[in-house]
């Protein structure tokens, strides 16, 4: 049984991962005394900073899904993927994760003539914005198409989390909608990344390096 260290252990994911580790009898919880075979971290970017630090001194691998890091942080991140395996990605969720693969394929089928927007709604308490992964949703169609669409963000009582991107003309409309339903799917897919990221040579992954998703 693999032992597994959580950054921010008793945030609100951090118990919901802990709690769907244990139910699964894959994981035994580490705390920072002990060794781990790897760490997950949803914090916040000062904390994915010091778990980023920890895990290179140690040498563990690390699953990262916080958000919000700045540009110097996510450099940070990359020097220590010279030495260590990361996984890093705004969403762990495996259906927005198929999703960036079909933004891919709109963004290089609809280009002349379509317009492309993003929106994005979040509970109150969301303090980024836009996501995280309305970014990346933006960073795909960005690298494609060389503009960068317009991000709309809402935030809205509990919304757990909803994005949609659209590419419209004036003859067709296409929309690509995803919808959190439950905040375990983003457990999930942590305990999967951090699974596929046990043995891993040092390097900075994604969740389409965990799925078998080529992402351009």
Same mark, same amino acid.
Request: glycine share 8%; with cysteine; proline share 2%.
């Given at each position: 049984?693999? $032992?597994?260290? +959580?950054?921010?252990?008793?945030?609100?994911?951090?118990? !919901?991962?802990?709690?769907?580790?244990?139910?699964?009898?894959?994981?035994?919880?580490?705390?920072k005394g002990e060794k781990?075979?790897?760490?997950?971290?949803?914090?916040?970017? %000062?904390? #994915?900073?010091?778990?980023?630090?920890?895990?290179?001194? *140690?040498k563990i691998p690390i699953?990262?899904?916080? #958000?919000? !890091?700045?540009?110097? $942080?996510?450099?940070?991140?990359?020097?220590?993927?010279?030495?260590? %395996?990361?996984?890093?990605?705004?969403?762990?969720?495996?259906?927005?994760?198929?999703?960036?693969?079909?933004?891919? %394929?709109? %963004?290089?089928?609809?280009?002349?003539?379509?317009?492309?927007?993003?929106?994005? #709604?979040? *509970?109150?308490?969301?303090?980024?914005?836009?996501?995280?992964?309305?970014?990346?949703?933006?960073?795909?169609?960005?690298?494609?198409?060389? $503009?960068?669409?317009?991000? #709309?963000?809402?935030?809205?009582?509990?919304?757990?989390?909803?994005?949609?991107?659209?590419?419209?003309?004036?003859?067709?409309? +296409?929309?690509?909608?995803?919808?959190?339903?439950?905040?375990?799917?983003?457990? $999930?897919?942590? +305990?999967?990344?951090?699974?596929?990221?046990?043995?891993?040579?040092?390097? !900075?992954?994604?969740?389409? *390096?965990?799925?078998? !998703?080529?992402?351009?």
């Open positions: 049984m693999k $032992q597994l260290m +959580l950054w921010s252990a008793k945030g609100r994911m951090g118990s !919901l991962i802990s709690e769907t580790a244990l139910k699964s009898g894959e994981w035994k919880l580490a705390d781990a075979d790897v760490i997950i971290d949803f914090s916040a970017p %000062a904390g #994915t900073e010091e778990s980023v630090a920890f895990a290179q001194e *140690h699953v990262i899904g916080t #958000t919000g !890091l700045n540009e110097e $942080q996510k450099k940070e991140m990359g020097e220590a993927a010279k030495k260590i %395996a990361i996984v890093f990605s705004p969403n762990m969720s495996v259906g927005v994760n198929v999703l960036f693969k079909l933004i891919e %394929a709109a %963004a290089k089928t609809l280009q002349e003539g379509y317009a492309v927007e993003i929106n994005e #709604t979040h *509970h109150t308490h969301k303090k980024d914005r836009p996501s995280g992964t309305a970014k990346m949703m933006g960073e795909i169609v960005e690298k494609i198409r060389h $503009q960068k669409p317009p991000i #709309t963000s809402f935030r809205e009582g509990e919304v757990i989390g909803d994005h949609t991107i659209i590419f419209s003309n004036e003859s067709e409309h +296409l929309a690509l909608l995803h919808r959190a339903l439950d905040r375990k799917v983003f457990a $999930q897919g942590a +305990l999967r990344a951090a699974k596929w990221v046990l043995g891993k040579k040092a390097g !900075l992954y994604n969740m389409s *390096h965990v799925l078998g !998703l080529k992402c351009e």
